[in-house]
């Protein structure tokens, strides 16, 4: 089963606007990863936040993570239109090393 | 440009052809990974290599088999593939820390674009 759950599905916003993004999971975790994907390219790490983390910054991009719920969010401020891409969440679970498994992703459209 | 490299870029193949997918890597990681995308999917993993040798596998079917010659080296064969194969196939790399069970970021490639006829 899906260990990552994404959501929106998709997101449209403006130039400036800020883009919200919400993960969840079923099992403990060592971390929590979010990866973006621009179309027809590979995965770019954007940021790991660890289990025993709350939030965790990185230029423009902040995240939470509540291990009580199970649940991470992802927020892009001032998106630009280059932010448009797919964003996927990934869990590193405790019971599997080496294994990273996907959410479903959030397409995130940012028009100017 | 990433720094894990991946070759073709495209593949056109028919079901009876023998082909591999090659993946390069020089940032010293031992750990290397295939995956599977298909169109508006998550990667979905298929094989993990550690220190050169198959760590994980999938469940996988036999028509691919993979192969890690080198540290740097990750290679995907593929033989008697169906049209249920055409997918972005991805490599990714990341370093493996012996004494920690933490996963550490992957850093993919652009990928191979397989299409089978």
């Known amino acids: 089963s899906q260990q990552g759950e994404e959501d929106p599905q998709a997101l449209s916003i403006q130039e400036g606007e800020n883009a919200t993004m919400n993960c969840s999971y079923k099992?403990?975790?060592?971390?929590l990863q979010w990866y973006r994907q621009n179309s027809g390219r590979g995965l770019v790490h954007l940021i790991l936040?660890?289990?025993?983390?709350r939030e965790k910054h990185s230029g423009r991009l902040r995240v939470t993570l509540d291990t009580s719920k199970k649940s991470s969010s992802l927020l892009i401020t001032a998106s630009r239109a280059a932010d448009t891409a797919s964003y996927f969440c990934?869990?590193?679970?405790?019971?599997?090393?080496?294994?990273?498994?996907f959410g479903a992703g959030t397409q995130v459209v940012v028009t100017p | 440009d990433t720094e894990v490299t991946q070759t073709p870029k495209h593949l056109v193949m028919g079901m009876t052809n023998k082909k591999s997918l090659k993946c390069e890597q020089h940032?010293?990681?031992?750990?290397m990974y295939w995956y599977k995308q298909k169109a508006k999917k998550p990667p979905e993993l298929m094989f993990v290599?550690?220190?050169?040798?198959?760590?994980i596998n999938e469940s996988v079917p036999s028509r691919f088999s993979p192969e890690c010659p080198n540290s740097s080296l990750l290679n995907l064969h593929l033989h008697a593939l169906q049209p249920e194969d055409s997918a972005l196939y991805l490599c990714?790399?990341?370093?493996?820390?012996?004494?920690?069970?933490?996963?550490?970021?992957?850093?993919f490639g652009d990928g191979t674009r397989l299409s089978i006829l």
């Open positions: 099992t403990s975790i060592n971390n």
């Open positions: 990934a869990t590193a679970r405790t019971d599997s090393w080496g294994k990273l498994q």
């Open positions: 990714a790399s990341s370093p493996k820390e012996t004494n920690s069970n933490s996963n550490q970021p992957q850093h």
């Open positions: 940032m010293g990681h031992r750990a």
């Open positions: 290599y550690s220190y050169e040798k198959l760590s």
């Open positions: 936040i660890r289990s025993n983390e």
